[in-house]
């Protein structure tokens, strides 16, 4: 059974930083993307960061380009999101996702989330003013 379990958020100031960890098991998959949404109260789900584990290649939101890093740990089966310089706008649950059928010759930026089958139970991020 695939599980995805999120850690790492919390509530810190404007213009602070924390690290999110996705760590996966259950699966064998060697080429998978994973990716990081997030969700604000009455918004819809956004993409913030997607990771090819094939290649390592990455891509982001225009909202969060140079603030936020994914990045992955093949040998621990985990991915990260470091978010710097965080906003208020960025207040929202986090949540990783996982597609174990993504491969070099999927789609770029793969940021959509219905593009995605295995999902975590998420983590609160809160900025404050």
């Known amino acids: 059974q695939v599980q995805l379990v999120e850690s790492g958020g919390g509530s810190v100031q404007a213009g602070g930083s924390l690290r999110l960890s996705c760590a996966a098991s259950?699966?064998?998959?060697?080429?998978?993307?994973v990716a990081w949404f997030r969700q604000a109260p009455g918004k819809e789900r956004e993409g913030v960061a997607t990771i090819y584990s094939d290649d390592g290649s990455t891509y982001y939101a225009d909202s969060v380009k140079g603030r936020f890093t994914i990045s992955q740990d093949n040998a621990r089966n985990k991915v990260y999101l470091q978010v710097n310089s965080l906003e208020p706008e960025d207040t929202a649950m986090y949540y990783c996702?996982?597609?174990?059928?993504?491969?070099?010759?999927?789609?770029?930026?793969?940021?959509?989330?219905?593009?995605?089958?295995?999902w975590g139970q998420g983590t609160q991020v809160t900025v404050s003013s």
């Open positions: 259950g699966y064998t998959a060697s080429s998978k993307c």
């Open positions: 996702a996982a597609d174990l059928f993504c491969t070099l010759r999927t789609p770029r930026p793969h940021l959509v989330s219905h593009q995605y089958t295995y």
